[in-house]
């Protein structure tokens, strides 16, 4: 694997190592400061992820780059990066499978190696168990910082289901804000 993001993304784009590559219209590899350390990290893409080749780009997106905003980090300029577990999207927005997030796992390692975060972020209950504990429950363990080989990891609720059940939006927003806390504590 290279040791750039843009080499790397050039590598990923030749990936098939799954069924999801030969599937996909674009591969939504990560977007943002590729100096970031923050590293938000989501489960896959979806259907306008897909076609935009960019991730967090449809609803879930803008609720997403709402809380950004509101912590002073924006999207674009905020010192952080965007991508998810799998690069490719699973058809009809499924749960990529276990052996898909398995063969795309190394694309995301890859990406910690060149970006070396102090922060990541999971977005949701997939990326969460994925990165930081198998029995990781967002609804009783969002907001809290682990440290794993070095790096912070934190898992909050993901923006998809956020609109699907607002009631979880206050507790979000107080991780972000924790976030925040933690990132300026760092003095990143």
Known sequence: MSDSMQQLRAQCEECQNCPL???????????????????????GPGEQEDLQGEPFV??????????????????????????????????????????????????????????RPQIIVCLGRIAAQRLIDPDFRVTREHGVFREKGGILFMGTFHPAALLRNSAQKKDALADFQALRDKMEALGL
Do not use: M
């Open 21 to 43: 590559g030969a599937t996909r219209t674009n591969l939504v590899f990560g977007v943002g400061d590729p100096a970031a350390k923050v590293l938000f990290v989501g489960e």
């Open 58 to 115: 449809g609803k879930s997106g803008q609720l997403l780059d709402r809380y950004l905003e509101l912590i002073d980090r924006p999207r674009d300029g905020g010192g952080i990066y965007i991508a998810n577990i799998v690069k490719c999207r699973p058809p009809h927005n499924r749960d990529p499978k276990p052996e898909e997030s398995e063969q795309c796992l190394p694309w995301l390692r890859a990406q910690v190696r060149v970006l």
